[in-house]
């Protein structure tokens, strides 16, 4: 697995269309066509997309997402920067969860500035500001990677809600 294919299949959770194309998927994420085409490879191979690789299979999704996210793809806060808020400080966790501490994705044009968080792939910010699920999904994922303990289980419960997976 690589960082983008956790992107790729949360595009393809907030598309919720079977019918989905590379193409249109690969200008949303600003990947190339080859980059979803490998990605989709992985993802069927790993099990977190069907045989057809049009369907992401939600709970094995969750159980990577939960388990495995922040050992393959760990992330420590950095220097403060300029960004676009992600984890704690984005929606919907900026909701639910009272921090003076900023997390962000950095950005040149974004409009916190916070501790920075390296996005799974170079072109989330981007992606995020295209797309208001995905922006959720992915601030959720980060909460998941940098998040403390308390901060990971309300992040599994969001996710769980957008996955429909139910509690």
């Given at each position: 697995?690589?960082?983008?294919?956790?992107?790729?299949?949360?595009?393809?959770?907030?598309?919720?269309?079977?019918?989905?194309?590379?193409?249109?998927?690969?200008?949303?994420l600003e990947m190339s066509?080859?980059?979803?085409s490998e990605s989709v490879?992985?993802?069927?191979?790993?099990?977190?997309?069907?045989?057809?690789?049009?369907?992401?299979?939600?709970?094995?999704?969750?159980?990577?997402?939960?388990?495995?996210?922040?050992?393959?793809?760990?992330?420590?806060?950095?220097?403060?920067?300029?960004?676009?808020?992600?984890?704690?400080?984005?929606?919907?966790?900026?909701?639910?969860?009272?921090?003076?501490?900023?997390?962000?994705?950095?950005?040149?044009?974004?409009?916190?500035?916070?501790?920075?968080?390296?996005?799974?792939?170079?072109?989330?910010?981007?992606?995020?500001?295209?797309?208001?699920?995905?922006?959720?999904?992915?601030?959720?994922?980060?909460?998941?990677?940098?998040?403390?303990?308390?901060?990971?289980?309300?992040?599994?419960?969001?996710?769980?809600?957008?996955?429909?997976?139910?509690?």
């Amino acid at each position: 697995m690589k960082p983008q294919d956790v992107l790729l299949l949360l595009k393809v959770i907030c598309v919720d269309n079977p019918q989905w194309n590379q193409k249109s998927i690969a200008e949303s994420l600003e990947m190339s066509q080859s980059e979803i085409s490998e990605s989709v490879a992985r993802s069927k191979f790993s099990g977190l997309l069907d045989p057809k690789g049009k369907v992401v299979m939600k709970l094995a999704l969750l159980e990577f997402l939960q388990f495995g996210l922040r050992y393959v793809f760990p992330q420590k806060p950095g220097a403060v920067v300029r960004g676009i808020p992600t984890s704690h400080s984005a929606p919907p966790l900026n909701n639910l969860i009272n921090s003076t501490e900023h997390y962000v994705w950095p950005y040149a044009k974004g409009t916190v500035r916070g501790h920075s968080i390296i996005p799974l792939y170079s072109s989330v910010p981007q992606a995020a500001l295209k797309d208001v699920l995905l922006y959720e999904l992915l601030a959720l994922v980060d909460a998941l990677r940098v998040g403390r303990a308390r901060e990971k289980e309300i992040a599994i419960a969001e996710i769980k809600k957008r996955l429909q997976l139910g509690e």
